[in-house]
């Protein structure tokens, strides 16, 4: 007896060896330690056996079960890590085949760049006001001091719909909105659509956009309006950006100046984009002039404020380094999908 | 305004400043500079020559050999002008000499005969024709005025040297359009001294009173008329000094008189005129308003219809000039004029402007009267005029003037306050400094208590109140001395819940997958019939512009959808598979009154073509634009009468009894109007209405803790029947415990008798406080199956 469970336990171990997968492993374990399997069928004959030899070879028959069990267990670990790798050497893919796609709208490169603004003025504590595209006469040219025989007030530069209304010129007349409806302390950038009577070409667009700027309160100055430009001219082109404030004249702000950055393509080196004088003018300002606070009911002597405004169509070409203004509204899927 | 360096030179001292610094200066100052051209910087080696002789070239009909005398040697030079004689003198430009444009000269062979330079042309001198003096042949060499040493470096001669400024000057400055002008500027922006031009006659004759007498019967259009008589007239061109600076200054040199006028124009900014004595009958000047209708021949040859608001210069029986625009052909300077009538008047900017727009014709004179000309200038200029005359030989100088000047204008001083100019830049200058500052600007200034009384010349009349004087103060003090500081109040940014709505909108739909296009807000009139809008839509009360840039941009668009079909078109042309764009913006609705603004509306707009882009794409797209930004409950209802769109395939967006919307395949029509042959998909949405139904409180719902039972079924209905129908009964029905209904599959076939189809559900039973039982659900979803069975005619399919 001793002798056949030694050579069951040879045999089943022999065939373990030489099997090769999960399957034929789970066979060795049902003809060796299933119900009807050969060890069971040694421990269902030990009925025969004499008291004292019982015990005996019920040991030796549990020592032939736990080493075939150890066998099985070993070689089932080696197979399974086997089949493991196997599996994972059929799956391997071309990595460099190009990724499912995504369809993800693009954001104008207009907005793009106006978002980027609007975040470093909200920064610096404006609110954002709005006005529509069709103002009045007075909103636009009258209430910001424009003198009544202004070129600008021309058919030849400026759309009409009658002698009262007009397509606004600026974002100004939203300035003088807000003065009317709110006391200072104001503080407000008026982004938008504005036309002027321009006929299409590469740096022209009858309809273009502007933002405007406007800070209303007491002891305000003009060393407050080159602080606040200075940050923000630093904040939309780097750190580096310098300004440069020349005198210059606008009917609804004095002092007035023009504003130049330092040229964000060569860092004021000379470059194509900056026509070789390192400066890239960007920027119309001043402090805003007392008749344009009187007529909105503001006290200049009380109050005084300062006013900015800027071209998002040229600052966002010159940014992207796009060369024509016609494709901001030519909307080709081609030039959107690149913002 | 173009400055020429070297004449400004003449009234103020800028030695020792480099161009660069002389730019950079002027620029902080004001003046803003759009170019500083330096002149005939490339010239090299052209000189003084003299003919000396002039042969036939043996073998080339068109050619001459010249034989020309360069002082140091004689050189043989051929050419084909045939303007030039002996005796000539000529600028010459020797063997490896250089033009102005960088043209390279060596010496060569024409036609077999050596060449040793060549004779300029004005335009090889850097001339362009539209300045070249009247006296010059645009096709032929330049011919000096006179003798001068031969071999003598010919920019020396002809004064093309030297730095041409030009000024961007701003309206409020016509001051500044003049020599003086702009050498009182470079007076306080450098710190030099100015020096005005020392005028005076050294010889008169005779008494003007005998030649002419000067009434003005509107002294309100013209508040001064000086005149000046000159005999001995000898009309020729005037010298190579005064041509260049007025070519400098980009004038044509025509002859002495006109070279003059003009000169002192550009000198002192007044404009003057003068007349034919000979041809102004009456000895008589009268400055009067036109008659309704009269006409009148402009030197230009023009005859010009007159109105009776229209300033005229007439004499005893005619017109001869049109006052402050442009002189009369009757009177004008010829070749042959003996004595002249010179008028330095002052006439008022807003009636020279009307004027000389209701005639379209704006002169260098009407355009200096309406920016503003000096009124206490007139007689200077008069007398300058007739200074440079008698030095250039040009004729003799009657004694005495008349000035008619009724009403004088005087300077006017103006309290300022330095406390306030310092509040105002956040400055702390001292009432010294800035004193200093308006006596560089020839202001005069007396104290007054805490405050100064400056006194204004009368060319500056934009000096008019105490923000004015901020303004100089800055300017000259200079902006970049001024402190960098924030301003010191608190203020709290950010946007406004409707702007952030409409960030959150156009976040979904990029996330979407839709491009964001920009378009005009002016379209055409014909987009409306593009759209098939009918006759009496309201899409049609539209707002027009008087002055459209053309019939395409001449009304506001009531709608974006024309524009976005118009972008998905233009891509479409180009070959681009497959669009999807948005737009947000303003449409614009007539109101009734129309001197009321027009209704701006904000609208959102989506349209799409191409592979595998279908109704339901659009549809889920804007269905996960009303989830996104809170509203829910929204209910797509067919539209079948939308003349833009396809009538099975359209519906109307409706959140209870809100029209919000419309969206749906556009209509082969309407494509074919866009010369597409394609599938279109296209909806337009209120976002006002959006504004006011955003939700943007978002709660937490519990995640589920009890287990769900899902059913499913399977209806045949007849195939006009809309899910809607059937979803609204599922709803309906349903009580509490129904969590979702999913349409999984919708069958037409075979398997299903013609005219109907299987439309199959899957629905969601959850409660949220127990494990529902079998029988719970049964009982519900067998009561749903039952209604619907009932009210829908349906069958359950097995």
């Known amino acids: 007896m001793k002798e056949q469970l030694q050579q069951t336990q040879n045999q089943a171990e022999s065939a373990i060896k030489d099997a090769h997968s999960m399957q034929e492993l789970q066979e060795i374990r049902v003809k060796y330690l299933g119900k009807k399997g050969e060890l069971t069928a040694a421990l269902r004959g030990m009925k025969d056996l004499s008291n004292e030899e019982r015990p005996k070879i019920g040991k ?46 693009h954001k104008h490169p207009l ?63 939203v300035q003088i909105r807000t003065m009317k409806k709110a006391k200072p302390p104001i503080k407000v950038i008026s982004p938008g659509r504005c036309f002027r009577y321009d006929t299409p070409d590469a740096t022209h667009s009858p309809m273009f956009h502007q933002i405007e700027g406007l800070v209303i309160d007491k002891n305000i100055t003009m060393s407050d309006l080159k602080g606040t430009l200075n940050l923000f001219a630093k904040q939309l082109f780097g750190e580096n950006t310098k300004t440069k404030f020349r005198p210059h004249h606008f009917p609804f702000t004095e002092p007035s100046a023009e504003i130049d950055v330092t040229c964000f393509k060569c860092q004021g080196e000379g470059c194509r984009v900056c026509k070789g004088s390192g400066w890239i003018e960007i920027l119309g300002a001043g402090m805003v002039h007392p008749n344009v606070l009187r007529e909105c009911g503001i006290d200049p002597e009380e109050y005084s404020g300062f006013a900015f405004g800027m071209g998002l169509d040229r600052i966002t070409m010159l940014k992207y380094g796009v060369e024509d203004i016609r494709l901001f509204f030519e909307n080709d899927m081609r030039f959107i999908e690149q913002f | 305004m173009l400055v020429s360096l070297e004449w400004l030179k003449e009234y103020v001292n800028l030695d020792n400043i480099a161009v660069e610094d002389i730019r950079e200066g002027f620029i902080m100052s004001g ?89 300029c042309s004005g335009q090889e001198l850097g001339i362009t024709d539209n300045l070249l003096p009247m006296n010059q042949n645009k096709e032929g060499i330049y011919i000096l005025d006179k003798e001068y040493p031969l071999g003598t470096d010919i920019q020396e001669i002809t004064g093309l040297k030297g730095h041409v400024i030009e000024f961007e000057i701003t309206p409020n400055r016509p001051d500044c359009l003049s ?51 000159i005999t001995d007239v000898k009309i020729k061109p005037s010298p190579l000094w005064m041509q260049s600076r007025l070519m400098k200054a980009g004038v044509r040199p025509i002859n002495n008189i006109v070279d003059i006028t003009n000169y002192v124009m550009i000198e002192l900014g007044q404009p003057l005129h003068a007349f034919d004595l000979d041809y102004i009958e009456g000895n008589q000047i009268i400055v009067k308003k036109a008659k309704e209708g009269e006409m009148f021949k402009t030197l230009d040859e023009t005859e010009r219809k007159l109105d009776s608001n229209m300033l005229l210069i007439c004499d005893a029986k005619k017109a001869v000039a049109l006052a402050g625009v442009m002189g ?28 000389s727009k ?105 000096m008019e109140t105490e923000v004015d004087f901020v303004e100089e103060v800055a300017r000259i003090y200079g902006f970049n001395n001024l402190d960098t500081t924030l301003p010191k109040s608190n203020s709290q940014g950010g946007k406004t819940i409707g702007q952030i709505l409409e960030d959150q909108a156009k976040f979904i739909l990029n996330a979407a997958g839709m491009n964001e296009i920009q378009t005009y807000s002016f379209v055409s009139p014909k987009s409306l019939d593009l759209l098939c809008f009918k006759e009496d839509s309201l899409m049609r009360n539209t707002i ?9 941009n001449s009304i506001m668009r009531t709608t974006i959808m024309g524009n976005v079909l118009e972008v998905l078109a233009r891509n479409y042309n180009r070959n681009v598979e497959r669009a999807k764009a948005f737009e947000l913006g303003n449409t614009f609705i007539a109101q009734e009154d129309e001197k009321s603004l027009p209704l701006e509306k904000k609208a959102v707009t989506l349209g799409m073509y191409g592979k595998e882009v279908d109704f339901f794409e659009i549809k889920g797209i804007v269905e996960k634009l009303f989830e996104g930004l809170g509203i829910e409950d929204v209910a797509y209802i067919p539209e079948k009468n939308h003349p833009t769109f396809h009538p099975g395939r359209c519906a109307n967006i409706i959140y209870k009894d809100h029209l919000l919307g419309v969206f749906g395949e556009v209509h082969p029509d309407v494509a074919e109007n866009y010369g597409m042959n394609t599938r279109i998909y296209l909806g337009e949405i209120d976002f006002e209405l959006i504004l006011q139904l955003a939700k943007t409180d978002k709660f937490y719902k519990q995640l589920p803790k009890y287990p769900a039972m899902t059913r ?86 097995e």
Request: proline share 3%.
């Open chain 2, 31 to 119: 003046s803003n500079i759009e170019t500083v051209e330096a002149i005939g910087e490339n010239i090299k080696k052209i000189v003084v020559g003299k003919i000396l002789e002039i042969e036939k070239h043996p073998d080339a009909k068109s050619l001459i050999v010249t034989q020309i005398d360069i002082g140091e040697e004689v050189i043989q030079i051929v050419t084909g002008a045939d303007n030039v004689k002996v005796g000539d003198y000529i600028p010459v430009i020797l063997n490896g000499g250089r033009l102005p444009d960088g043209t390279k000269i060596k010496k060569g062979k024409l036609r077999g005969i050596l060449s040793n330079g060549m004779m």
């Open chain 1, 111 to 173: 907005t793009g760049v106006l978002d980027e603004i609007k975040n470093i003025f909200i920064g610096m504590g404006f609110k954002i006001a709005e006005g529509p595209e069709v103002e009045t006469v007075y909103n636009n040219f009258d209430a910001l001091n424009a003198p009544k025989n202004h070129p600008a007030r021309g058919m030849s530069d400026t759309f009409y719909i009658n002698d009262e209304i007009l397509l606004r010129t600026q974002t100004s007349p």
């Open chain 2, 328 to 355: 009369g052909e009757n009177s004008e300077v010829k070749d042959t004029t003996k004595t002249i009538f010179l008028e330095s008047a002052h006439f008022d900017g807003d009636h020279v402007r009307a004027t």
């Open chain 2, 358 to 462: 209701k005639l379209a014709l704006r002169t260098e004179a009407s355009s200096r009267f309406e920016k503003g000309v000096d009124p206490n200038v007139t007689l200077i200029a008069a007398n300058r005029a007739c200074q440079l005359i008698e030095e250039l030989g040009a004729g003799r100088i009657v004694k005495g003037n008349i000035d008619v000047y009724p009403n004088p204008v005087k300077e006017k001083g103006i309290e300022v306050r330095p406390t306030r100019i310092n509040k105002v830049l956040g400055t702390s200058l001292s009432t010294e400094e800035m004193k200093t500052i308006f006596e560089s600007l020839e202001f005069k200034v007396e104290n007054h208590g805490e405050n100064v009384i400056v006194t204004v010349p009368t060319f500056r009349h934009d």
């Open chain 1, 60 to 105: 030796i028959v549990n020592e032939v079960r736990a080493n075939i069990e150890n066998a099985l267990e070993t070689a089932m670990t080696e197979v399974k890590q086997k089949e493991k790798n196997i599996r994972l050497s059929n799956e391997t893919i071309d990595v460099t085949m190009p990724g499912k796609e995504v369809e993800i709208g």
């Open chain 2, 179 to 229: 020599m003086i002008g702009m050498a009182r500027e470079a007076q306080a922006t450098f710190n030099r001294e100015f020096k005005y031009p020392n005028v005076a006659l050294k010889e008169e004759h005779g008494d003007i009173k005998e030649y002419i007498s000067i009434d003005i019967e509107d002294t309100k259009l013209c508040d001064r008329y000086v005149g000046k008589v």
């Open chain 2, 544 to 552: 027009k512009l008087l002055n459209p840039l053309g019939e395409e």
């Open chain 2, 712 to 797: 499913d079924f399977a209806l045949v209905v007849k195939d006009d029947i809309y899910v809607k129908q059937i979803e609204d009964i599922v709803k309906e029905n349903g009580g509490k415990i129904l969590e979702s209904i999913k349409l999984f599959d919708v069958y037409k076939g075979k398997q299903v008798e013609e005219g109907y189809k299987s439309v199959a559900y899957s629905l969601v039973y959850r409660s949220k406080d127990r494990t529902l039982t079998d029988e719970e659900v049964t009982k519900v979803h067998g009561k749903i199956i039952e209604e619907l069975e009932g009210k829908l005619d349906g069958t359950l399919r």
